[in-house]
């Protein structure tokens, strides 16, 4: 879809003056220029063109109100000097995985008072040595270069390149990480008592183990008793001799 027919889907019977933030992400451009966007989107805050296939920005109308400008995967090398021109509320750009080489492309960037993100990530010119030095040197309004601030520290949500959309997303990991923590809880507390029921269990056993053992004992017990009184099989029994007397006797 071109970037006319993506704008018109993204105003919905609105006015270009009621629009505040613009997406227009993986459309395509006419011949690697902007067209569509004009100066009627006076109250535009946020414009996002990546991945549209631009190789300059030079038609980029007069936007006084811009603040967020994302303009990453395309192919824009220089001519960055109409953004200081027309996009003087400017805090925030990005123009990562673009064909920028040289810092001195960057130099028309310092006519932007107020901006205090840059991100060049992938592109060319990163692969200098003195490269974060270098970007700070030159653009001493900066705050944050790709996502850090000079001293290496990384960028809060509402400092960096978040536009607070994500802020909802981070309360439901939050959320669900504070559900997960219970339901491993809850986890341990059913093994704890599971642990205890089979503890209890064993002690039963035991008790009826000795109880078991101690009756089968005195039943051993029993039944020698029985057999020492018994006389053996196949023997007589023997008489006793006042027996034989009381005989002779009748």
């Given at each position: 879809?071109?970037?006319?027919?993506?704008?018109?889907?993204?105003?919905?019977?609105?006015?270009?003056?009621?629009?505040?933030?613009?997406?227009?992400?993986?459309?395509?451009?006419?011949?690697?220029?902007?067209?569509?966007?004009?100066?009627?989107?006076?109250?535009?805050?946020?414009?996002?063109?990546?991945?549209?296939?631009?190789?300059?920005?030079?038609?980029?109308?007069?936007?006084?109100?811009?603040?967020?400008?994302?303009?990453?995967?395309?192919?824009?090398?220089?001519?960055?000097?109409?953004?200081?021109?027309?996009?003087?509320?400017?805090?925030?750009?990005?123009?990562?995985?673009?064909?920028?080489?040289?810092?001195?492309?960057?130099?028309?960037?310092?006519?932007?008072?107020?901006?205090?993100?840059?991100?060049?990530?992938?592109?060319?010119?990163t692969n200098l040595g003195d490269y974060r030095e270098s970007i700070f040197k030159l653009l001493p309004q900066l705050t944050y270069l790709d996502g850090y601030d000079i001293e290496d520290c990384e960028a809060s949500d509402s400092d960096g390149e978040g536009d607070g959309v994500d802020d909802d997303d981070d309360d439901e990991e939050v959320e669900e990480?504070?559900?997960?923590?219970?339901?491993?809880?809850?986890?341990?507390?059913?093994?704890?008592?599971?642990?205890?029921?089979?503890?209890?269990?064993?002690?039963?056993?035991?008790?009826?183990?000795?109880?078991?053992?101690?009756?089968?004992?005195?039943?051993?017990?029993?039944?020698?008793?029985?057999?020492?009184?018994?006389?053996?099989?196949?023997?007589?029994?023997?008489?006793?001799?006042?027996?034989?007397?009381?005989?002779?006797?009748?």
């Amino acid at each position: 879809m071109d970037m006319k027919k993506r704008i018109h889907l993204e105003l919905r019977n609105r006015t270009p003056s009621d629009v505040q933030e613009l997406v227009l992400d993986n459309c395509r451009s006419n011949e690697g220029k902007m067209e569509g966007i004009t100066e009627d989107f006076e109250n535009l805050e946020l414009l996002s063109l990546i991945n549209v296939g631009l190789i300059d920005v030079s038609n980029i109308p007069k936007l006084g109100k811009l603040k967020k400008l994302e303009l990453s995967d395309n192919r824009i090398s220089g001519g960055l000097e109409v953004l200081a021109e027309r996009l003087v509320n400017l805090t925030h750009l990005n123009l990562s995985g673009n064909k920028f080489k040289d810092i001195s492309t960057l130099e028309p960037l310092k006519k932007l008072p107020v901006l205090k993100s840059l991100d060049l990530f992938n592109c060319e010119v990163t692969n200098l040595g003195d490269y974060r030095e270098s970007i700070f040197k030159l653009l001493p309004q900066l705050t944050y270069l790709d996502g850090y601030d000079i001293e290496d520290c990384e960028a809060s949500d509402s400092d960096g390149e978040g536009d607070g959309v994500d802020d909802d997303d981070d309360d439901e990991e939050v959320e669900e990480g504070e559900s997960e923590e219970e339901e491993e809880e809850d986890d341990e507390e059913v093994v704890a008592e599971e642990d205890d029921d089979s503890g209890e269990s064993g002690e039963d056993g035991e008790v009826n183990g000795d109880v078991d053992d101690d009756e089968d004992e005195d039943d051993e017990e029993e039944e020698d008793d029985e057999e020492e009184d018994s006389p053996a099989k196949g023997e007589k029994r023997k008489r006793d001799p006042e027996d034989e007397d009381e005989e002779e006797d009748d």
